[in-house]
């Protein structure tokens, strides 16, 4: 791998460092935390293919460093790690990936408020998107950069106004995967309806998505209402659910043709906080990347997670995910799809001690892409690691 797009990176990291240092100087909050992570992973289908599965072992071995400071106003952080893969089938899949984060917000008044997040990294694992979208892009390389802001206001104690925007970029330097650019904004309104329901809160949104893709423009303008509430200390809920309007321009041999869309989205969470037990359940249906082609897809994800504390140290941890990506071909994407996917992990965590923590997993996943055909493809994944970390100025 190319190393040339870290110096870029180094030297953003070296300005907000110098920035967020001297906050310890003033008395604020301030902590350094380098880390060093390692992992040993069985993975029996590599690729997620029918036929001719590549079963391996991968290494991978990955130091860090996060610096963060906070102030009565300001709360900052910086973070970023390499890490070097080792495959045990075939040398030529090792590789280096980076991921640099950083986020900031800003109170300028009790009532004003402005944040910002930044994402910059290079990953090849094939199945880096399978976590959160259920897709799978296979061993080529892809940089993909994701920036958000949001500022929010209170009118009153309880009303909350807010305007968003988020940039995603992901690029594949090799082919046949392509990328895009797609930028979200969005305009919330939310109020507390006290009078009428203890912690309840009743909700209005209007999103705007714009994805730029090869040849491929997609517009999508949604509006949702919902309402959310905090069934007591331990408990609490959302819903969102309203309709899109989606437009599509293709340009195919120089012609440009347009095809429109409409359908229902919405978004559903629970969220139970415990003494010994956490658990957290999210349903969402929109329109998002595609990830691996070029265009939109319908995604609909549906994930749980769930933790446990067996002893003081030690945990159980559950994930589960289902997710169905499809669009009709000259839909929102040049091409049909129609992929359904699905995980089940149970693990263990130890807390070694403040510094050292232990886990371990075994992760059970399918995924089957109906226009392709072929059935499911399964692929099961054993792994084990360890985590080092030391905070410093505390």
Known sequence: MSLDRFPMIAGRAAIALAILLPLSAYGYEFRLVPSLAAREEYNSNLFFTNQDQLDTWRTTVTPGLEAAGKTERLDAALSGNVSQLWYSADSGLDDWNFDAKGRIAYRFTPVFRVSGTGQYGKSSIPDRFFETTGVVVGAIASYRQYYTALAEYSPSEKALASLSYAFE?????????????????????????????????????????????????????????????????????????????????????????????????????????????NASFTFSSNIAPAYSSSGAVLRTAAVLNLSRRLLHELSGTFAAGYYWNRADAGQFSYRNVDDQSARLRPGLQWKATKDIVLDAAYQYSWYDNKVAGGGKAVQNVFYAGVNLSHPFFE
């Open 169 to 277: 970029r992901l690029d594949y330097p090799d082919r046949p995967l392509q990328g895009g650019d797609t930028h979200a904004a969005g305009l919330g309104f939310s109020y507390n309806l006290s009078r009428f329901a203890r912690e309840t809160k009743a909700r209005l949104d209007l999103g705007f998505g714009r994805g730029l893709y090869e040849g491929l423009t997609v517009n999508n303008y949604k509006l949702t209402v919902g309402v959310s509430r905090s069934v007591h200390e331990l408990w609490s809920a959302q819903v969102n659910v309203g309709g899109r309007y989606t437009t599509s321009q293709f340009d195919i041999l120089g012609v440009r043709q347009e095809t429109n869309d409409t359908g229902w989205v919405g978004d559903a969470s629970l969220v139970y906080t415990g003494e010994f037990t």
